[in-house]
């Protein structure tokens, strides 16, 4: 088994050894087997049920397609195509949900344009049709419309006009996929769970009908094994869900399909005001999106039947997803010196044939022979919904009576906006820019943030210019969201490797950030 680098991780914190003193002596309720938005989202629920809930992830949380997704929380306009009305109608109502009353600081409503060009998959007639029936299963009453062609590129200055016959305009939502995952987490952690990362699972000896199941682990910060022992588990390990199967069932085969997904992030182009839709054929759109001050192009959409841990981003994802975004965008915005970053996730999906862009998103809960429960499939946008379901299946072990879904906000749930003021009245000399990324990164936990401050001013400097991320913000990563390395923080806690942010001496800085006390070694002004 291998470790995490000496170079890269800190010493085992307080929590931590908690957490692992928790996993040796407590008999837990649900062991949850993945970090990903959908065990983040079993947990949390669970935890809010009252249950006494553990969770532990063999990599970071979110290190898998829960931090490599479109960041778009939406009802696919695409699956009209397909008949899917009711996953459809379900997404619809759970992205209101989340930009109302669980996450409106990390969720918010994005206006879309889907382009209608001489000889593409759908004319006008159908695009018109297709937002209509959006609407109507929204149930919504925004205006959902054709645009003429002038509007749309003032919309989108960067549009390739040449065969455009127009721009159907449409409002989904978008999010910070990782943080949503934390956030979660952290609502999980608040009700009690034991969460841990780098912690593998090894083993699991099922027992006998009421007795506990015994689950080996292994830290990989201590090197250390341990036993958990826990009455339920849920396998929400994402593309290695067949690997934890097996170790629960040795006969266990293959029960679903890997699809990569790759995007780039560019430079912003100036003057955007709506995502685009680009329809690549009857199956297939790809997205161009305004995304954390850059521009967001993706994705592809290819079976996958590589190692899991071995994902990248090649030079024919580049060129496809550049291509594609330059059937409908101005080619002097799709130069390959303008890539920021890149990054790949692989959706799992219920094993079938054909192509992997016509598969149905549906999600797939199993029980195996020894009792685990095995959730595989669906969206980021449904997490809250498969949970549910998860845990219903759990029903007659955890002496459930019914599953109550009604919506709890998250930690932090709060109006960006007004927290921004908040924000700004509190502490007139911050940069606006920062107050906003605070609000729109933990709404009202911010405070958490800014209370370092008083410690040690100096940890309001920004991490490196333009980067619109503070030292503080580090500090807030390993103390509060189990962030154990740099990359931990780089990629997932903050989008500053995303986005360019990703030098030597940044990873550098981080590193030293999350081995300091700033009480005893305050940072130099």
């Not at 409908?328 to 130069?335: D, G, K, T, V």
């Not at 609000?439 to 309001?460: F, I, N, Q, W």
């Amino acid at each position: 088994m291998t470790l995490l680098p000496a170079s890269s991780h800190r010493a085992v914190s307080d929590s931590r050894a908690t957490t692992m003193h928790r996993l040796r002596t407590e008999r837990f309720d649900v062991l949850v087997v993945g970090g990903g938005i959908i065990g983040a989202g079993i947990a949390a629920l669970a935890a809010e049920l009252g249950l006494n809930v553990a969770l532990v992830d063999r990599r970071d949380f979110a290190s898998g397609a829960s931090s490599a997704s479109s960041k778009l929380i939406h009802g696919g306009l695409r699956y009209l195509r397909m008949g899917d009305f009711r996953l459809i109608r379900e997404a619809l109502h759970e992205s209101e949900t989340l930009v109302a009353s669980v996450a409106p600081h990390l969720v918010h409503r994005l206006r879309f344009l889907l382009p209608v060009y001489e000889g593409a998959p759908y004319g006008r007639g159908a695009v018109r049709t297709a937002l209509w029936l959006y609407r109507t299963l929204s149930g919504s009453e925004a205006a959902n419309t054709l645009l003429p062609s002038d509007i749309a590129a003032a919309l989108v200055p960067s549009l390739r006009l040449e065969g455009l016959h127009g721009a159907g305009v449409y409002s989904d939502a978008q999010t910070n996929d990782a943080r949503l995952c934390i956030a979660n987490l952290r609502a999980a952690a608040d009700n009690g769970a034991a969460i841990v990362n780098y912690t593998e699972v090894v083993s699991i000896d099922s027992g006998r009908r009421g007795q506990a199941a015994r689950v080996e682990v292994i830290d990989r910060v201590a090197g250390e094994h341990l036993d958990v022992d826990a009455r339920t588990v849920v396998n929400a390990a994402g593309p290695w869900i067949d690997h934890v199967r097996r170790l629960d069932d040795s006969s266990a085969g293959t029960s679903v399909l890997l699809s990569k997904g790759a995007h780039l992030v560019l430079v912003a182009p100036p003057g955007w005001h709506a995502a685009v839709t680009i329809p690549i054929d009857r199956s297939r759109v790809s997205f161009a999106i305004p995304w954390e001050g850059a521009l967001l192009l993706g994705t592809t959409d290819e079976a996958f039947d590589g190692d899991p841990d071995n994902l990248d981003v090649t030079e024919a994802d580049e060129r496809q997803i550049l291509d594609e975004a330059g059937r409908a965008l101005e080619s002097e915005i799709l130069r390959h010196d303008r890539i920021l970053g890149r990054f790949a996730g692989l959706r799992v999906l219920p094993v079938a044939t054909g192509r992997t862009a016509a598969a149905r998103r549906e999600t797939m809960i199993v029980r195996g022979r020894g009792g685990m429960i095995t959730v595989a499939g669906g969206k980021l946008t449904t997490y809250r919904r498969i949970a549910a379901s998860a845990l219903d299946a759990l029903r007659p072990e955890l002496g459930l009576r019914t599953i109550d879904t009604t919506p709890t906000p998250l930690p932090g749930a709060v109006n960006p906006k007004f927290q921004t003021a908040t924000i700004l009245c509190d502490h007139p000399e911050l940069d606006p820019n920062i107050a906003n990324v605070l609000s729109r990164t933990y709404g009202s936990l911010a405070g958490e943030v800014l209370s370092l401050a008083k410690l040690d001013p100096a940890l309001m400097n920004v991490v490196a210019p333009g980067a619109n991320v503070v030292a503080a913000q580090i500090l807030h990563a390993r103390d509060h969201e189990w962030a154990e390395t740099a990359e931990d923080v780089l990629r997932r806690r903050t989008t500053l490797s995303l986005r360019g942010f990703n030098s030597d001496e940044i990873y550098r800085r981080v590193e030293a950030l999350l081995l300091r006390d700033v009480a005893t070694h305050p940072l130099e002004p």
